[in-house]
């Protein structure tokens, strides 16, 4: 199992960054993440303080050599089954994969904290486990390394995308997310 821990910092109060990387459609689009085919919508479904989501992606990486007789590129697609959690300000994840499921464990979570400086902090924690012996720690390892490049990438777009709207529609923060 590979467990992973990311930190970074937006220029812009927590109640910004939740109302426009959380509830505002459409302010960057994820398939510009590196690696990224396809995220598809599958459900959203808001329950007040929690928000449900399912999407499918369809990834492509670098597979290990050791890997590519177990894992072809045709079975990176998966199920992200998501809750945003608005008090808490987190958003959890279980990744539900077509192929393997069986031997596949993948989590993370996303959470957003005031920094008390008029920044925002993200961290973003998780794991990733194939159950599979030798091949399985190689594999693990490759896919940390792609989760870990998508949430660099994540976060740059994220934040850009947050300044751009900002000087583009004279954004005034909603309070209380």
């Known amino acids: 199992m590979q467990r992973y821990r990311i930190v970074d910092y937006y220029d812009f109060p927590i109640d910004t960054v939740v109302d426009l990387l959380m509830e505002t459609e459409g302010l960057y689009d994820l398939k510009d993440l590196p690696n990224v085919q396809t995220n598809t919508p599958i459900e959203c479904r808001d329950e007040g303080d929690r928000k449900l989501i399912k999407n499918k992606w369809c990834v492509h990486g670098q597979i290990p050599k050791a890997a590519q007789k177990l894992?072809?590129?045709?079975?990176?697609t998966f199920v992200e089954d998501s809750v945003w959690d608005r008090r808490d300000r987190t958003y959890s994840?279980?990744?539900?994969p077509n192929y393997l499921a069986n031997l596949i464990n993948c989590r993370h979570k996303l959470e957003f904290f005031d920094n008390g400086d008029g920044r925002t902090r993200r961290v973003l924690s998780g794991f990733f486990e194939l159950k599979v012996p030798i091949i399985g720690?190689?594999?693990?390892?490759?896919?940390?390394?792609?989760l870990k490049n998508n949430a660099?990438?994540?976060f740059k777009l994220g934040n850009n995308a947050i300044k751009k709207y900002i000087a583009e529609h004279d954004y005034k923060p909603k309070t209380g997310n």
Not at 93 to 96: A, F, N
């Open 152 to 154: 660099e990438e994540d």
């Open 71 to 76: 894992i072809k590129p045709e079975m990176l």
């Open 137 to 146: 720690s190689l594999f693990e390892l490759a896919v940390v390394q792609q």
């Open 93 to 96: 994840t279980k990744i539900i």
